[in-house]
């Protein structure tokens, strides 16, 4: 006896093809992290960004746990989920609470591959090694990522950038500033090794290019030690946002104290400090401070610290890195006139206050430095 012989065989066989090629066996299929499943719709393609579904849609891969595709693209898939889709989990878990320390390590192991990207996901990701390189200490670091996310928030022009968490980067996108990172630097060598990172970048920007990017890179190159690219940038800029005017004055007057000859950059800042916004006045009593704690005169010394011990005293919690700068010169600076014990108190509010700050840890290291001996 034969079964499905014939022409009727061969129709149940083709019926039985044309079933099989429209199973769901056989169709894409992606399992998300929050348990749902997406197995209507075809995946097109997908890179850095994420993958994108028939019909519009896609799926970032922090939302992927794990995927069945096109059998030619299932390795190609497999690894970049691999690469990618933890990191990125964890990335928007630790945004979401705001433990940047935390986001860090996994925000700096996908960055190479955002950080030219332009989508929500590399915002994410820019935003991420910014703040956790300022929750790190490592502010001269953080300058490179924070330009990338200027660009890509001026690229948005005000529209809502999708980002976990409640906070948002404080930032003028007409001038380029930032509460958040005021162009004062304190780690030479860290300064040294992002400069060229931070040109490239300032490079990249979009035109007009912001005002502030000027000061953001004079200055480093300034604390880096390289005069000639802070002249190329500084010299005959005449800016004509008031600010950014104000942060430009600070910029000569630190390259005046660097070189150990305050002048006319400091004295110009001293005499219009009481005209100076609230942005940069904590700025421009920090290089005042610094360029009289330096003087042979008594009074002039003692002056200059209560310029630096006013930061702390009026922009303490805005401002923090900047008030322990300021503390800490300050402590320094007793403690070379012999007064100890005022020293020690200075110490003692820099430690209670900003004990999270650069030079918290610097004070930190000297102390285990000197025990160990």
Not at 69 to 98: C, W
Not at 119 to 144: F, L, P
Not at 195 to 208: E, I
């Amino acid at each position: 006896m034969r079964v499905f012989g014939g022409s009727a065989g061969l129709r149940f066989t083709v019926f039985l093809c044309m079933a099989g090629a429209a199973s769901p066996l056989f169709a894409d299929r992606l399992v998300l992290r929050n348990l749902n499943v997406i197995s209507d719709k075809t995946v097109t393609a997908f890179d850095e960004d994420g993958v994108r579904l028939s019909e519009g849609g896609s799926v970032s891969w922090d939302e992927i746990e794990r995927g069945t595709v096109a059998p030619d693209k299932q390795a190609a898939f497999d690894q970049m989920l691999n690469e990618l889709g933890t990191n990125l989990y964890r990335i928007r878990q630790r945004l979401a609470v705001e433990d940047y320390e935390g986001l860090l390590s996994h925000a700096e192991a996908v960055y190479p591959r955002y950080r030219q990207r332009r989508s929500a996901t590399a915002y994410m990701v820019c935003q991420a090694v910014m703040w956790g390189r300022i929750a790190a200490h490592r502010r001269e670091e953080a300058v490179e990522p924070y330009w990338r996310c200027f660009e890509l928030l001026r690229v948005a022009k005000g529209k809502p950038v999708s980002l976990p968490g409640e906070r948002r980067l404080q930032v003028d996108l007409d001038t380029g500033v930032t509460p958040e990172l005021l162009p004062v630097w304190f780690d030479v060598d860290a300064s040294k090794k992002v400069l060229d990172d931070v040109y490239q970048v300032m490079t990249q920007l979009s035109k007009p290019l912001p005002e502030a990017a000027r000061i953001y890179f004079g200055t480093l190159a300034l604390t880096a030690g390289d005069e000639e690219r802070a002249a190329s940038v500084l010299r005959g800029f005449t800016p004509t946002n008031p600010v950014i005017q104000q942060l430009r004055d600070a910029a000569l007057a630190q390259r005046e104290v660097q070189l150990g000859q305050a002048g006319g950059a400091v004295t110009n800042l001293e005499n219009n400090l009481s005209t100076y916004s609230a942005l940069s006045k904590p700025v421009a009593l920090y290089w005042i401070g610094r360029a009289q704690v330096a003087s042979g005169e008594e009074r002039i010394r003692q002056e200059g610290m209560l310029q630096l011990l006013r930061i702390a005293a009026v922009f303490g919690d805005k401002f923090p890195e900047l008030a322990a700068a300021g503390l800490y010169h300050t402590m320094r600076a007793l403690s070379d006139g012999n007064a100890s014990a005022p020293s020690a108190a200075v110490r003692k509010e820099l430690m209670d206050r900003y004990g999270h700050t650069f030079h918290a840890a610097l004070v930190k290291a000297k102390s285990s430095a000197s025990s160990s001996k």
